[in-house]
């Protein structure tokens, strides 16, 4: 029991002072959080409203974090994500005894990018094919609501890495304007 209270004596104190895990909050020149505009992912697939569930992962990422606040208002953002969603093909993952398909993959072939909007500089740039399975089923609805699922995972895991690049970004700018 007197463990417990120190601890909760330690954490108290170290909110009192305003401690704060690094890389959580980043501020701006301001002590503003900066904002960042998402802009609508090029969708060249012919996957009807990915680019839809791109944005909407995007956003529920840095909307999430304490990083970024997202704005929607262009003109108001410090920096800019965009993308384009190229190619998507969809096969077979896994064969049952009869030579159907148990499981399948889906392949989407991405790039994207962010820039400062001040400058126009783009700070990181990158083009990836990232690859999720799902299950087969024997009705049409079920298969097409998985791959759906299975498309939103993917637009997930790269609104996080976009997440964590700006993070790392932020974070970059913040140690060169801190040292002398």
């Known amino acids: 029991m007197k463990k417990l209270l120190i601890a909760f004596a330690a954490v108290l104190?170290?909110?009192?002072?305003g401690y704060q895990r690094q890389g959580l909050v980043a501020r701006g020149a301001d002590g503003e959080r900066p904002g960042v505009y998402v802009e609508m992912f090029d969708n060249?697939?012919?996957?009807f409203g990915l680019e839809g569930a791109f944005h909407q992962a995007m956003t529920d990422w840095l909307q999430e974090g304490r990083a970024f606040r997202v704005v929607f208002d262009r003109a108001a953002a410090a920096y800019l994500v965009s993308g384009s969603l190229d190619r998507i093909e969809f096969t077979g993952a896994s064969y049952g005894p009869d030579d159907t398909p148990t499981g399948l993959k889906a392949v989407l072939h991405l790039s994207w990018q962010i820039r400062e909007r001040a400058s126009g500089r783009v700070l990181r740039r990158r083009r990836e094919r990232r690859e999720t399975s799902y299950g087969a089923a024997e009705q049409a609805v079920m298969i097409r609501s998985r791959r759906t699922a299975a498309l939103r995972r993917l637009a997930s895991e790269v609104a996080e890495q976009v997440y964590v690049q700006l993070a790392g970004i932020l974070a970059k700018g913040r140690a060169a304007a801190s040292s002398p």
Request: charged content about 35%; proline content about 0%.
């Open 13 to 17: 104190i170290l909110a009192a002072c």
């Open 44 to 47: 060249r697939t012919r996957e």
